[in-house]
């Protein structure tokens, strides 16, 4: 075990692993400088997520160049796409919205990781999410999103009723349906 943490590392987990144990508290998760499950003979690390790459001379892994080729055939701008990588290196691939684990190799998952433009039809700031938010969310602000939501969770709890918002970017039709 100590084999690969630092001093501090290894005593914060060494306790952690004890209250656990002990006191049944929940372990905090924090970084470990030199963790590689399984090293690569020549240091080839994805860019994406760390882990080996796959073939000499790639970038990323297979599953993170899957998500790379994405955003590109999207043709997000450079500024949103740097954005995608560097939400992924701190938080993984979890929900921007929700924080829940994401699939990555089924595209039919309600978890699917899809791209949500943060403010509807504004390329500059991309965010990922599953698909089943992404539809519910579709055009609205995060500030919006979450409104709704709150105001859906108060109905279902306690039958009060939604409170309208003009909303910032709504652009669909009414249709009469017969």
């Not at 994405?70 to 924080?99: Q, S």
């Amino acid at each position: 075990m100590k084999s690969v943490l630092l001093k501090k590392e290894f005593r914060y987990y060494v306790l952690a692993l004890d209250d656990n144990r002990r006191k049944h508290l929940k372990i905090k998760k924090r970084p470990v400088v030199h963790w590689r499950l399984y090293p690569s003979t020549d240091n080839r690390v994805c860019a994406g997520c760390g882990r080996a790459t796959a073939l000499k001379g790639r970038e990323y892994c297979a599953r993170c160049a899957r998500l790379n080729f994405r955003m590109k055939l999207a043709r997000f701008p450079p500024e949103a796409i740097k954005g995608v990588w560097d939400y992924l290196h701190k938080y993984g691939f979890v929900c921007y919205y929700t924080g829940m684990p994401l699939d990555l190799d089924n595209p039919k998952s309600p978890w699917y990781l899809v791209f949500d433009h943060w403010m509807p039809r504004d390329p500059r700031k991309i965010v990922i999410t599953s698909a089943l938010v992404n539809q519910m969310k579709s055009d609205l602000t995060e500030d919006e999103f979450w409104y709704f939501i709150h105001q859906l969770a108060n109905y279902f709890r306690y039958g009060t009723p939604v409170r309208k918002r003009k909303l910032k970017f709504w652009r669909r039709p009414y249709r009469l349906q017969i």
